[in-house]
């Protein structure tokens, strides 16, 4: 079972709060309270649950694509070496890269595409 941040407010006596704060860097934590919870992250082999980071902060932190269904798609060197730079991109950041193909015959795209927050 994975170590969670309820575990190591646990072993510190701290409340889950104050160690995410702490391991997110938040100013209002005292750096000997953050190298504490830091170093017993490391010893209980925490690693941060993405999905519900992602959640909590109402950002996905991912990059759409919707190729057109009626084009030949990868048959044509064009969309293999633009997806390819949208991994490599979107792996930089880190972002995922979310690729789908729209439906064939649909008269409004922007039907399709789902709200995904402010400026999507």
Known sequence: MAIT??????KLDLSIAAVSRALDGYPDISEATRRKVVQAALEMGYAPNRAARQLRRKKADAVGYILPAHTPRFADPFFTEFLAG??????????????????????SRKADLPRLGPGA
């Open 86 to 107: 949208l991994g490599d991109e979107t792996a930089v950041h880190p972002f995922d890269l979310l690729i789908s193909i729209a439906p064939p015959r649909r008269r």
């Open 5 to 10: 941040i309820r575990d190591i407010a646990k």
